[in-house]
């Protein structure tokens, strides 16, 4: 299936304690880390599990897997930084589903919020477990303002959801945020509103800037939601927001590398990847060296932990193409082939964050999950032991978390 421009906003808009908690783990020793791969297929949606073999990076998925997702069509989630909860983005339900992780990688339902707005697909924490961030398609109705909803399209928003010192959530209630609205008003919500379409969420390992990327049909062009993070939540413009970014910005990531504080964008439908500066302001300054090329329909991102690599998955190719980050946060494509081919219709991308030695992709149309090993000097990847490997219907996006004394690292896949 090769999706068309008409069909790539439907792609980004369908793209999340009980006893066992205290139980000890009974995962193989050689397990590094658990992998969670969310398949929208069914009603309601469902979650795969899987142990990642520290040797081979092997998957194997667990007993009771996969489960429940909570909701209808998942298209995104996202893991404590603790390693304590895993959060699912159920887009036709509206809600987003906080499971606990057991000492097994069994999940367990805890709480299900709906968010403000609508259609919800894209999800992100700092890296402090205090914010959790969440993009509706479609922003809610603000007083005297207009329903919107795919019949009557109109702006997306984010949502700031606080969490406690477990990293768990303290309740459905967002923090609540102050803007004015396109009539010069200033209105009190649980949101913020973006642009029209927008795509996906990121928020800098610091914890004080987090951005939004939309296509924004009225004006042909890609844009980048810039903001301030306050203390208690509370969100404001950074000076310049939006910021431009190509034609169709489909996931983006803010990046602390090795060489400097970058974010990624990657652009469906110019089939290119856009870097930009994050200033000490949180404010964007273009790559001098402009775009760089990726295969065709680039969809998601994603970086290593050492902040030395970026792999992109590209839709309507089934390969991703891997870049190492230069000196000025430039992409360049690693020694070899370059682009590595995977299963049909990689819909996200993501590295192990035990030892960032293993890569992985949900294939969203042949149902399967592609398995790579990353070399660290070179960022070229090879195929793992027994790849590709099954998973339910239609896997959209992957989360995971280390297991046993690994360390744990930042690192997570955006989700549009």
């Known amino acids: 299936m090769k999706l068309r421009k008409s069909g790539r906003l439907l792609l980004a808009a369908a793209t999340s304690l009980g006893a066992g908690l205290a139980l000890t783990s009974c995962s193989p020793s050689n397990t590094v880390d658990y992998v969670y791969v969310a398949a929208s297929k069914n009603n309601p949606g469902q979650i795969n599990v899987y142990l990642a073999d520290s040797l081979s990076g092997a998957l194997t998925q667990i007993q009771e897997s996969p489960y429940p997702s909570g909701g209808r069509n998942p298209v995104a989630m996202v893991t404590s930084p603790n390693g304590k909860y895993l959060y699912v983005v159920n887009k036709d339900d509206n809600n987003i589903v906080q499971f606990a992780i057991g000492t097994d990688a069994k999940i367990y339902p805890q709480q299900t919020c709906n968010t403000p707005g609508s259609a919800p697909l894209a999800i992100a924490v700092n890296q402090s477990g205090t914010f959790l961030y969440v993009v509706d398609q479609y922003s809610p109705q603000y007083p005297g303002g207009p329903v919107y909803s795919s019949s009557n399209p109109g702006p997306g928003d984010v949502v700031v959801y606080p969490l406690n010192s477990n990293q768990a959530l303290t309740?459905?209630?967002?923090?609540?945020?102050?803007?004015?609205?396109?009539?010069?008003?200033?209105?009190?919500?649980?949101?913020?509103?973006?642009?029209?379409?927008?795509?996906?969420?990121?928020?800098?390992?610091?914890?004080?800037?987090?951005?939004?990327?939309?296509?924004?049909?009225?004006?042909?062009?890609?844009?980048?939601?810039?903001?301030?993070?306050?203390?208690?939540?509370t969100l404001s413009n950074?000076?310049?927001?939006p910021f431009q970014?190509?034609?169709?910005?489909?996931?983006?990531?803010?990046?602390?590398?090795?060489?400097?504080?970058?974010?990624?964008?990657?652009?469906?439908?110019?089939?290119?990847?856009?870097?930009?500066?994050?200033?000490s302001t949180g404010a964007l300054s273009p790559n001098p060296n402009g775009p760089t090329k990726t295969d065709t329909l680039p969809f998601n991102i994603t970086v290593d932990p050492r902040g030395q690599y970026l792999y992109v998955a590209n839709y309507n190719a089934n390969d991703i193409?891997?870049?190492?980050?230069?000196?000025?946060?430039?992409?360049?494509?690693?020694?070899?082939a370059g682009t590595y081919a995977?299963?049909?219709?990689p819909f996200c991308v993501l590295v192990e964050?035990?030892?960032?030695?293993f890569v992985y992709t949900a294939n969203f149309i042949d149902n399967t999950v592609t398995g790579f090993e990353l070399n660290p000097n070179t960022g070229a990847l090879t195929s793992t032991q027994n790849s590709p490997y099954s998973a339910s219907g239609q896997p959209t996006c992957a989360a995971a978390i280390p297991h046993g004394n690994h360390s744990l690292q930042n690192v997570q896949s955006t989700a549009g």
């Not at 990327?213 to 009225?218: K, R, T, Y």
């Not at 034609?247 to 439908?269: E, F, K, M, R």
């Not at 995977?342 to 219709?345: D, H």
């Not at 964050?353 to 030695?357: K, M, T």
């Open 171 to 233: 309740g459905c209630t967002p923090v609540t945020q102050t803007f004015v609205d396109s009539s010069n008003t200033t209105q009190t919500a649980t949101y913020v509103p973006v642009g029209m379409n927008p795509t996906g969420v990121s928020a800098l390992a610091n914890g004080n800037y987090v951005y939004v990327s939309a296509q924004n049909s009225a004006s042909s062009l890609g844009e980048v939601y810039a903001f301030n993070v306050a203390s208690g939540g």
């Open 353 to 357: 964050p035990a030892l960032g030695r």
């Open 321 to 336: 193409s891997a870049y190492a980050i230069g000196s000025n946060g430039t992409p360049s494509a690693v020694a070899g």
């Open 238 to 241: 950074v000076a310049g927001s």
């Open 245 to 279: 970014a190509g034609t169709s910005p489909s996931s983006l990531i803010a990046v602390t590398s090795q060489n400097g504080t970058y974010l990624y964008v990657t652009d469906s439908l110019q089939n290119q990847l856009i870097t930009f500066t994050i200033l």
């Open 342 to 345: 995977t299963g049909a219709g």
